[in-house]
């Protein structure tokens, strides 16, 4: 399995409290991802890293930040967590540009009361 | 986004059996698939990818093909095992090599 290492794996908080998820890979991949998982909705990508300090938007991008100070870490932050965005959070890496062939972690369940 | 579906929420097939797993995509434009398949609390691990100038791809025990012309995309799993069971994605790549969208899934039974 590619070491990828997802933290939390589960969290519980308010509306309104900042919530940061932190990716951690130690396979040296240049580019990072966060998705997110709803029943319907399959995976939808949140934001991608193509390097450090170089981010962009995916699809559904809107009440969420990213960083990469490092090549190892892609943190995702919730700046302040409303109900719709409970679901599972997977972070993803990959080693090229052209490939579908993402290694994922397993996975951190949000829930937001 | 784009619009990747697929016919069937779950199939349920005999173990032994062959298991086809259907996928529609919107965008013309797309030029390379991936499937994935997602076992219950893990994340979902690559399983084979094809792009638009072939219209069939083997790997071990797991066939694609793509139909262009319908945009339809479909997995085929040779001999169905109780480890097969699992959420089959399928996802695609129109424009962005940076950008997959994803399916909802198909979930797979297979019955001993």
């Known amino acids: 399995d590619a070491g990828i290492t997802q933290s939390p794996r589960h969290k519980v908080t308010e509306t309104g409290t900042p919530v940061t998820l932190r990716c951690h890979q130690t396979?040296?991949?240049?580019?990072m991802y966060w998705y997110r998982q709803d029943p319907g909705h399959g995976l939808r990508l949140i934001h991608y890293s193509y390097g450090v300090k170089d981010t962009d938007k995916g699809e559904v991008s809107d009440g969420y930040s990213v960083s990469r100070s490092k090549t190892e870490d892609f943190l995702l932050t919730l700046e302040s967590a409303t109900s719709s965005q409970t679901s599972v959070y997977f972070c993803?890496?990959?080693?090229?540009?052209?490939?579908?062939?993402?290694?994922f972690g397993e996975g951190s369940r949000l829930t937001v009361l | 986004g784009e619009s990747v579906g697929l016919h069937l929420p779950t199939l349920s097939v005999q173990e032994g059996d062959n298991s086809i797993i259907n996928c529609a995509y919107s965008?013309?434009?797309?030029?390379?698939f991936i499937w994935y398949k997602q076992e219950s609390g893990k994340g979902p691990q690559f399983i084979i990818d094809i792009r638009s100038n072939m219209d069939k791809r083997q790997g071990q025990r797991v066939t694609v093909l793509l139909n262009k012309t319908v945009k339809h995309l479909s997995l085929q799993i040779a001999a169905t095992q109780p480890g097969d069971s699992a959420v089959y994605f399928c996802a695609e790549n129109p424009t962005n090599f940076n950008k997959f969208y994803f399916g909802s899934g198909t979930k797979l039974n297979v019955k001993p």
């Open positions: 965008n013309s434009a797309s030029d390379y």
């Open positions: 993803a890496i990959s080693d090229y540009l052209n490939t579908g062939e993402l290694f």
């Open positions: 396979e040296n991949h240049r580019y």
